[in-house]
C-alpha cells in the first residue's frame, strides 16, 4: 500500500472513529450516521432531468451549517453510492474550490442560492491529485462501511428482525 493510499485511510479512519450504521447498509443511513459525528447535516438530492451532457455526475455544495451532495438520477445503486462517497471524500479530505468553480455554479439547479454557497465541489474527471484522493477515499469508505458496528435499525425491517431475534430460543430441538 503506498503512503499515500495509508494517509487517506487514516484519515477515513479517523472520520468513522464511534459512527455505528444499520444493516443492511444504506447509503442514506450511512450519511445521517456520520452527519451526527461531524455535526453538520447532509442532506442527499438528486440532480434535475436535463441538468445537460457537462453538469457533473455528483456534486458537493457546502453551506454555513451543512453539506449538500447532489448526484445524477439515472445511474445504479452502487454508482450513486460511489459518486456520493466520493463527495464526502472531498469533505473529508477538506479540499477547496478549484478554477472550475464558475462553471460548477452555472450548472447548479435553480433553487440553489450562489450567494449561500460556501464552496462547492463537483465530479466531473479524475485528472488532478484531489479527484484521484477523493475517488480513492470513496473506494476506502467503501471499504470501512462494511466493519463498522451496527446501530440498532429504527426501521419496521429492522425492528421485525430484533424481535425475532429476541423471541429464537436457546434450546435446540431435542427431539
Known amino acids: 500500500m503506498s503512503e499515500r493510499e495509508l494517509r487517506l485511510r487514516r484519515t477515513c479512519e479517523r472520520a468513522l472513529e464511534d459512527v455505528h450504521i444499520q444493516r443492511p447498509f444504506s447509503i442514506e443511513s450511512f450519511c ?11 442532506v442527499l438530492r438528486e440532480f434535475p432531468e436535463g441538468s445537460g451532457l457537462n453538469a ?14 447532489w448526484h445524477v438520477p439515472a445511474t ?34 435553480p433553487e440553489i442560492a450562489p450567494a449561500r454557497v460556501k464552496a462547492v465541489f463537483g465530479r466531473t474527471d479524475y485528472s488532478t491529485d484531489q479527484e484521484h484522493d477523493a475517488e480513492l477515499t470513496a473506494s476506502i469508505l467503501g ?9 440498532p435499525s ?10 425475532d431475534a429476541t423471541m429464537i430460543h436457546p434450546r435446540r430441538d431435542c427431539r
Open 154 to 163: 429504527t426501521s419496521r425491517d429492522g425492528l421485525l428482525a430484533r424481535v
Open 143 to 151: 471499504e470501512i462501511a462494511d466493519t463498522l458496528p451496527t446501530a
Open 56 to 69: 457533473p455526475c455528483g456534486l458537493w455544495v457546502a453551506y454555513a451549517d451543512e453539506d449538500h451532495i
Open 32 to 42: 445521517e450516521a456520520l452527519s451526527v459525528k461531524r455535526g453538520r447535516k447532509m
Open 76 to 109: 445504479s445503486q452502487r454508482h450513486r453510492t460511489q459518486v456520493i462517497l466520493h463527495e464526502i471524500g472531498h469533505m473529508l479530505l477538506e479540499h477547496g474550490g478549484d478554477s472550475g468553480v464558475s462553471a460548477l455554479l452555472a450548472a447548479l439547479p
